[in-house]
């Protein structure tokens, strides 16, 4: 009996693949929006978050953006996506709390910029929400877990958001629909090189 070659083989391998795959993609019928927690110690979380922002511009949805930490300095998303007039950029944090060294004007902030954010999470009109270091307001008990949840769950059903920061509580992660955790392994700032423009700020 003749040996199946390596393509045949491979085309035979693919086709099981794509069955399979073909299978989950039926089941996932569902047409809503996701909720996506980006956390963990490691460098990207809100990167990937404001590279979903420009895939859903690329679609013409109405986008908003609420940061929970910025202060004074500039950085490049905020540049250039809040020049689109299809994004509502906030930046509403008062920086790091080191910087800031005080406990009440950062808690005014906190509580200032989720009365935003939660405008924003009942808005039927925005498709895609970016929640920027949210998960700090957590760890520092400035904002309630189950409040922030219950507004998560009761957004409109097409909205599409996406949660970034370090360590996320557990509620939080089991009300996310898609959980990423960002593992740290090396970074370039702990090795002395300077923070760079573009990569991250």
Request: aromatic residues 8%; proline residues 2%; hydrophobic residues 40%.
């Amino acid at each position: 009996m003749k040996k199946p070659s390596d393509s045949t083989q491979h085309q035979q391998k693919m086709s099981k693949v794509k069955l399979q795959i073909d299978r989950q993609i039926a089941k996932a019928d569902k047409d809503q929006g996701v909720c996506v927690l980006l956390t963990g110690n490691g460098k990207g979380k809100s990167s990937s978050a404001f590279g979903m922002l420009a895939r859903s511009l690329g679609y013409g949805h109405n986008c908003a953006v609420v940061q929970f930490i910025k202060g004074d300095w500039e950085c490049g998303e905020e540049l250039f996506f809040s020049q689109h007039p299809k994004v509502s950029y906030h930046a509403m944090g008062a920086g790091f709390t080191w910087e800031t060294q005080n406990q009440s004007a950062d808690q005014a902030a906190a509580e200032k910029a989720w009365g935003l954010a939660a405008s924003l999470l009942a808005d039927s009109k925005i498709d895609f929400l970016i929640l920027d270091e949210l998960t700090y307001m957590f760890s520092h008990g400035w904002l309630d877990l189950d409040k922030v949840i219950q507004a998560i769950q009761n957004r409109p059903s097409q909205m599409n958001l996406v949660i970034t920061g370090r360590g996320a509580p557990e509620g939080l992660i089991t009300a996310c629909d898609t959980v990423s955790h960002i593992k740290d392994i090396k970074h370039a700032f702990r090795s002395g090189i300077k923070a760079q423009r573009g990569i991250e700020f």
